[in-house]
């Protein structure tokens, strides 16, 4: 089974030691392990996903990574130079100067990013960026 575009809502008490039990069917141990389905968010809650299709997608964490992230995107064939230029051109253009003037939490700051892919699943919205590759 091809697991790319494999989501599930799961209720249990500890859903990692559910997984754990099971290791013919999940990988713990983040080696790239063919077959098995994988915790792309090792420890963090996922509090928003967009998913077009397989290799396109993009997520918002409820808790902030170590690395300072809170949201991570895969869009296979667009660089990601290219596809954070046309969010950032896409959005920020839009908010005037307020937002950007005033001191802002960072965290709080509005994520173009998480509205391209929004746009994309919910709206009309068709979205074209530089170097795109099969």
Known sequence: MDTDLFIYYVETE????????????FNLNGDQTVGK???????????????????????V?????????TTNSKHK???KK????MATNTYFSSLGRTLLDD????????DPMTQVYLNCLFGKEVFYAKNVGI
């Open 14 to 25: 500890d859903v990692y030691k559910d997984m754990d039990k099971r290791p013919d069917l």
């Open 37 to 59: 389905y994988k915790d792309e968010t090792p420890g963090n809650t996922i509090s928003l996903s967009t998913h077009i299709r397989a290799k396109l997608y993009h997520y």
């Open 61 to 69: 964490l409820a808790e902030r990574k170590p690395d300072g992230k």
């Open 77 to 79: 064939g667009v660089s």
């Open 82 to 85: 290219d596809m954070c230029e």
């Open 103 to 110: 001191l802002v939490d960072k965290a709080k700051i509005f």
